[in-house]
């Protein structure tokens, strides 16, 4: 029997994130959106533990400049339960990240904090299994991440926004809406894009190509 083999699924609440804030709209302007499924950042030791000395192959880039998924996969589980065919995303990270959305947390009966990519301290750990057997444990790293907006220093200024706040967007189509509490993200490297997890997406419509229009104030 596989060793994931008759692990129980079950539902368990998650606290929600901040609450959201009102703006009144005086400019719009449309970003793409990207969708981010649950992916792994691992940090150089804990590739090297789970894969060897190898680097990993890129598969495809990703939409900001130097980061790229990779062909290489792994197994996440807990007590409870596991998911396979975690996607491995490059390069290496100072330290090893987890994101999973909130139905991914509720099938491993975990409940990781809402976070930007990077702020790890008290999120829960889990098991990281490689398809060659390798396996390590971290103590913590797993987050459901915060929505975000990628942005250079250019198009902020433009807008008139700032590293960290909060801001609105809107979605067309059937399932549009409005989605608050975006967070600002500057960086030189940055390109603007919008990043939502696979939950918020589906609930908005959100397909390959998609836009949204910012809402600032």
Known sequence: MNQYEGLQ?????????????????????SVPVSTSARHIHLSYNDRIALFGNIELKKLRDLSQS??????????????????????????????????ISMTDARHLQITPPIRLSGDLSNTPGITITAPNGNSIQISQGVIIAARHLHI???????????????????????????????????????????????????AFGVVQGSTAELLLS
């Open 66 to 99: 130097g980061q790229y998924a990779t062909t290489s996969t792994v197994t996440i589980s807990t007590d409870s339960a596991f998911i396979p065919n975690v996607r491995v995303l490059a390069p290496d990270r100072s330290a090893t990240q987890v994101e």
């Open 152 to 202: 250079g220093p250019a198009e902020a200024e433009q807008f008139q926004i700032t590293d960290g706040q909060p801001i609105s967007a809107r979605f067309s189509g059937p399932r549009g809406g409005v989605l608050n509490n975006i967070i600002v993200r500057i960086a030189p490297e940055f390109t603007p894009d919008l990043h939502l997890d696979t939950d918020e997406a589906n």
């Open 9 to 29: 699924k079950k539902h368990h609440t998650i606290p929600p994130f901040y609450h959201s804030e009102c703006y009144t709209l005086t400019m719009n302007t």
